[in-house]
């Protein structure tokens, strides 16, 4: 038996919260009621009041609602949220959340959801489920599902969704995860540009008895490693896709945003970097490419995907950026450099063979770099340079 944590504005939305606690002890397991409310007087009488979820956090919540001000106590739950639901869950008292909500509680809810680790059931049902979600994720691994119509009631709709929310929640509480740890993780950023050599230096390090995690560079993905760096699960950084700065450089889609490249200083991780596919930033179909960029080497991925060249300057802006970063690693560090070409498409013959942006971007790093720099006349997707890559962070890590 699991104990679910019910979580959401029981001012509003309490009737349809306390529905779904009943259906989750109908189903053998306990269910606390949190209330995250701060308009009228709850409808359902919670497990746990909106006093004692704000006093979690050191916030005097009746001072805060004596001010009036809506939009300041949502603010004030949103952050003690997260820190009543991470205290429970790291003291064993909760094993799942789930959350019904609209604009309001979804932000309020999922905020408190992100404060959970990756693997901890969490589960929002909200009105904004089929839209952008992406702000309410972050990095963590929270599964929504559509609610159809407005959580505002009980229908036959709503009844229908409530009903497999709680079927889905109880079934994430049992089901079994085998979670022996047995192997160190390495972590490793990949394009479809960077694949091959991803995939060969991902081999070379399993076989030495590490278990390889790769993560897709499409801005999210930047995020999500960084956060597992952060998190202090990982031995070392296989970080061969820097291409998100690319993006976060010329303004295109897949920025991973300012702080790409900083956890594995922060977490004292060693590291390998490589500046993997900074040759192209990414823009959606052809018409998405802004104006000032129409000119430029524009090489059209997929319908859905307009690559664009990056120019010398913005070479050199990269690579004073990489450098620069790696400098601030305290962990054993090494910037590697495919000379012949920084992706598939870069390479002589390639769209984005371009040997002054190249030159610019390498100059750059080796100007500005104060960690080893190490050189291949070798194209990044060569098996010389995989192995090259794998055998460097071997050494690293062996250092440590």
Not at 82 to 87: A, G, I, S
Not at 90 to 108: D, P, Y
Not at 302 to 308: A, D, E, G, I, K
Not at 324 to 349: D, F, H, M, Q
Request: aromatic share 4%; charged share 20%.
């Amino acid at each position: 038996m699991a104990t679910i944590a019910v979580l959401g504005t029981l001012d509003s939305k309490g009737l349809e919260h306390a529905h779904v606690a009943d259906l989750i002890r109908q189903r053998g397991h306990e269910a606390v009621l949190i209330d995250v409310g701060t308009g009228e007087a709850p409808v359902v009488v919670p497990d746990i009041t909106r006093d004692e979820v704000a006093a979690a956090a050191g916030v005097d919540l009746s001072e805060v609602l004596a001010r009036h001000d809506r939009g300041e106590c949502v603010v004030a739950m949103s952050k003690a949220a997260p820190v009543l639901l991470e205290k429970l869950a790291r003291e064993g008292r909760i094993q799942g959340v789930v959350s019904l909500g609209g604009g309001g509680g979804t932000a309020l809810a999922t905020a408190a959801m992100r404060a959970l680790p990756l693997g901890f059931p969490k589960l929002m049902v909200s009105t904004l489920a089929s839209g952008n979600t992406a702000h309410y994720l972050g990095t963590k691994d929270i599964a929504m599902m559509p609610a159809i119509v407005d959580v505002a009631g009980l229908n036959r709709v709503s009844r229908m969704v409530f009903a497999r929310a709680a079927g889905a929640i109880c079934g994430m509480v049992e089901a079994k995860v085998d979670d022996e740890v047995s192997k160190p993780i390495v972590v490793a950023s990949m394009f479809g540009n960077s694949t091959a050599c991803v995939n060969e230096a991902k081999r070379i390090i399993e076989e030495a008895g590490y278990e390889v995690l790769v993560f897709h560079a499409t801005g999210t993905g930047g995020r999500a490693m960084e956060s597992l760096i952060a998190s202090g699960m990982v031995s070392g950084a296989l970080d061969i896709t820097t291409t998100e700065w690319a993006d976060e450089v010329t303004g295109a889609t897949l920025s991973a945003g300012p702080e790409r490249l900083d956890a594995a200083g922060l977490a004292k991780v060693p590291a390998v970097v490589v500046p993997g596919c900074v040759d192209m930033a990414n823009f959606g179909e052809p018409a998405t490419v802004p104006e000032r960029y129409r000119s430029r080497n524009l090489y059209i991925h997929n319908p859905q995907v307009t690559l664009m060249r990056t120019s010398p300057a913005e070479c050199a802006e990269i690579g004073r950026i990489l450098a620069e970063k790696v400098n601030r690693y305290t962990a054993p560090a090494a910037i590697l450099l495919p000379k012949e070409g920084v992706s598939v498409i870069s390479e002589k013959g390639g769209p984005f063979h371009d040997p002054v942006a190249d030159e610019a971007l390498f100059s750059a790093i080796a100007a500005h770099a104060e960690k080893p720099v190490l050189a291949y006349e070798e194209t990044l997707n060569s098996p010389v340079f995989a192995r090259a890559c794998a055998e460097k962070l071997l050494e690293l890590m062996g250092r440590r």
